[in-house]
């Protein structure tokens, strides 16, 4: 395993469309092991492919209970809405209100190729979707919430 460079906002890639794994091989498997300790070593919660150079539907997330590794992840069912602070791993420094569901359902394929369905709340719903995101070339700051949003979702917690 090894710790890779984490690509920064002034970094084009970041706003590339990632790629879908045909094929798990040990390459895809060392991008998730490396992907992990990534994420680990620099403090987050999750890290797409992307955002260490590698063009691929490849997502890690540990919100505290776990670590999952998602392949090819796709948002199958989303529910209501949280207004909440981000930051971003590849945006050091910078943080943003955004508007995220407050509950969503993600199928992807795991290590071993076999499907999965996660289902995710709060920081785990904004981690997945956030992660996602970034397969598309979003970042969270094309996201960032207005004042008039926030205040709406303040009133109603």
């Known amino acids: 395993m090894a710790i890779r460079n984490i690509r920064t906002e002034d970094d084009e890639i970041l706003r590339k469309n990632s790629r879908e794994v045909t094929e798990i091989n040990s390459r895809i498997l060392t991008l998730l092991d490396d992907m992990a300790e990534t994420m680990y070593a620099a403090d987050g919660v999750g890290l797409a492919a992307v955002q260490v150079g590698v063009l691929r539907n490849v997502v890690v997330i540990d919100v505290g209970d776990g670590l999952m590794e998602l392949i090819n992840p796709e948002i199958i069912e989303s529910d209501g809405v949280q207004c909440d602070v981000e930051g971003c791993l590849s945006l050091p420094?910078?943080?943003?209100?955004?508007?995220?569901?407050?509950?969503?359902?993600?199928?992807?394929?795991?290590?071993?190729?076999?499907?999965?369905?996660?289902?995710?709340?709060?920081?785990?719903?904004?981690?997945?979707?956030?992660?996602?995101?970034?397969?598309?070339?979003t970042l969270f700051i094309d996201k960032k919430a207005t004042k008039e949003e926030i205040e709406k979702y303040r009133k109603e917690d």
Do not use: M
């Not at 995220?100 to 394929?109: C, H």
């Not at 290590?111 to 785990?124: I, N, P, S, T």
């Open 93 to 137: 420094g910078k943080q943003s209100y955004t508007i995220r569901p407050a509950s969503v359902k993600v199928k992807a394929l795991n290590r071993d190729g076999k499907w999965c369905v996660y289902k995710g709340e709060g920081l785990k719903a904004r981690a997945f979707c956030h992660e996602l995101d970034h397969l598309k070339g």
